[in-house]
C-alpha cells in the first residue's frame, strides 16, 4: 500500500514539473514573438547576409541593412562583433526571410538545450541526480541565463555543446577529438580557449603527446581562420575588438571579472587613475580576469580534486575570465551546478546547502531590476551579485569535493558515479 501511495506521489510530481516545463515553453515563446528584430539575432543575420553577398561586415555600417528589414539597431554596435567562423556558420540562416530565420535558429538551440542537459546527465551518472533531473531541468528552464539566451537567439548552447562533447571524450582518452571539438568551440567565439591549458595539464600521455595535441588544436585554429578569411580576422580584431571593449563598460548583466573592474573604473571614478582611458581600463581589467583564472589552475595543480570537479572550477574561472560574459554565458554552469548537488547530497552541511539556494538564486534570477541608481554601492553590489554567487558556487565545489571521488590511474565518470550513489 505505501509503494502503490508512493508511486502515485512519484508520477503526480512528474506530471507537474511536466506542467512546468511546458508553461514556461508557452512563457519564453510568447516573448519571442517579435525578438527577430532585436539583439542579438539582428546582428546575426545582417552580418551574414551581407557577408553572403560580399560585403565585409567588420568595416560596413549594418544600420542600412537593419532598417531595410525594420530592424532594431543598437548605435553602441555599429559593425559585425561576431568571429567569423559564427558569422559564416550563420550564412546558411540568413538565406531565408528573418522570421524564418529565427525560427529555424532558435530551435537548433533548444536542441542543443537539450543535448546539452542529456550529457550533463551522462557525465554525472548518478542515481541520486537522475532521481532529481527532472526537477534540475525546471531549474534551468525557468532560470534568467536560458530565458535571455532563447529572446537574444544566442549561440552558448551550440558552444557549450562542443565543450561537454570534449569532456566526455577526454574522459574516454579520446584527445585529438576532445582538442578538435575544443578549437572548434574556440573559433566560434574564443573564451573556450581559456580551457585548453586544462584539457594540456590533465590529458594522460607523455609531454610529446600533449605537444603534439596542441599543435594540432593550433592548426586547426589556423585552418578555420584561413576558411574564413584571414583578412576578415584581422578587420575582426582591429574594429570589432575596440567596439567590444567600450560596450561592455558600465553595462548590465555582464558576471565576469573583467566588467567588475570596469564597473569599479566608472562608477566609482577610478578611471581616474588612468586618466579616463578607456582602453587602458579594459586592458587592466583583462589582466584581472586572467589573473583569477591563473590562480585557479595554481590552486588545482596544487591540491588534489576530482577530474570533474576540477573541470567545473575551471568551467566557472573561464566564464570569470571572459569580458564579455553576458547572463547567457551562465548557461556554461549547468555541469558545475549538478555537480554540487549530488557532492552536497552526499557529504555537504545545512550551511552549505544554504549557501547554494542563496548562490543559485542570485545566479539564476535577475535581481538588478531592483536596483536602482540612488545609493552606488548598493546598485554596484546589486549588479555583481551573479559574480559573487560564481565565486560561492566555485568554494562549494572545493568545500563539497570528495577524496573518494579521486582515480589516480585515469578518472572517469564511473568512478565518479560510483563514488556518489546514495
Request: with cysteine.
Amino acid at each position: 500500500m505505501q509503494f502503490e501511495r508512493k508511486i502515485t506521489l512519484v508520477n503526480f510530481k512528474n506530471a507537474f514539473l511536466i506542467f512546468v516545463l511546458a508553461y514556461l515553453t508557452i512563457h519564453t515563446l510568447s516573448f519571442m514573438v517579435n525578438r527577430w528584430q532585436c539583439n542579438d539575432f539582428n546582428h546575426y543575420y545582417t552580418s551574414s547576409l551581407m557577408l553572403s553577398q560580399g560585403v565585409n561586415p567588420y568595416v560596413t555600417p549594418l544600420k542600412p541593412l537593419m532598417d531595410l528589414l525594420k530592424m532594431y539597431h543598437d548605435s553602441g554596435i555599429p559593425y559585425a562583433t561576431n568571429p567569423p567562423p559564427l558569422i559564416y556558420l550563420f550564412m546558411p540562416f540568413a538565406q531565408y526571410d528573418p522570421l524564418a530565420a529565427f525560427n529555424l535558429w532558435s530551435t537548433l538551440q533548444l536542441l542543443c538545450f537539450a543535448a546539452n542537459l542529456y550529457l550533463v546527465r551522462k557525465i554525472i551518472n548518478n542515481k541520486y541526480f537522475n532521481s532529481i533531473f527532472l526537477e534540475f531541468t525546471c531549474l534551468f528552464a525557468a532560470s534568467f541565463p536560458v530565458f535571455l539566451h532563447f529572446i537574444s537567439a544566442q549561440v552558448q548552447f551550440l558552444i557549450l555543446l562542443f565543450i561537454y562533447l570534449a569532456y566526455l571524450l577526454f574522459t574516454q582518452k579520446k584527445y585529438a577529438l576532445t582538442f578538435l571539438l575544443l578549437a572548434t568551440a574556440g573559433a566560434i567565439k574564443i573564451y573556450p580557449l581559456f580551457l585548453a591549458p586544462w584539457f594540456l595539464l590533465r590529458a594522460q600521455c607523455t609531454l610529446s603527446r600533449k605537444a603534439l595535441h596542441a599543435l594540432l588544436m593550433v592548426s586547426w585554429i589556423a585552418f578555420l581562420g584561413y576558411l574564413t578569411d584571414l583578412n576578415l580576422w584581422r578587420d575582426f580584431f582591429q574594429f570589432s575588438t575596440p567596439i567590444i571593449k567600450n560596450y561592455i563598460i558600465g553595462k548590465g548583466w555582464n558576471y565576469g571579472i573583467p566588467s567588475f573592474i570596469g564597473h569599479l573604473g566608472v562608477f566609482f571614478e577610478f578611471n581616474k587613475l588612468f586618466n579616463s582611458n578607456i582602453d587602458k581600463l579594459t586592458t587592466t581589467a583583462d589582466v584581472f580576469g586572467i589573473l583569477a583564472l591563473a590562480l585557479c589552475f595554481i590552486y588545482i595543480l596544487r591540491n588534489k580534486l576530482s577530474l570533474v570537479t576540477e573541470f567545473s572550477l575551471v568551467l566557472i574561472f573561464m566564464l570569470l575570465a571572459t569580458p564579455s560574459c553576458w547572463a547567457h554565458y551562465v548557461v556554461a554552469a549547468m555541469l558545475p551546478i549538478a555537480v554540487i548537488i549530488t557532492n552536497i547530497h552526499r557529504n555537504g552541511s545545512f550551511s552549505q546547502k544554504c549557501a547554494l539556494g542563496l548562490a543559485l538564486f542570485f545566479l539564476l534570477i535577475d535581481v538588478s531590476v531592483y536596483a536602482t541608481k540612488s545609493s552606488m554601492i548598493a546598485y554596484f553590489t546589486c549588479l555583481h551579485m551573479p559574480l559573487f554567487s560564481m565565486l560561492a558556487l566555485a568554494y562549494l565545489l572545493i568545500r563539497t569535493d570528495s577524496p573518494a571521488l579521486h582515480d589516480t590511474d585515469c578518472p572517469h565518470m564511473p568512478s565518479f558515479a560510483k563514488a556518489c550513489a546514495p
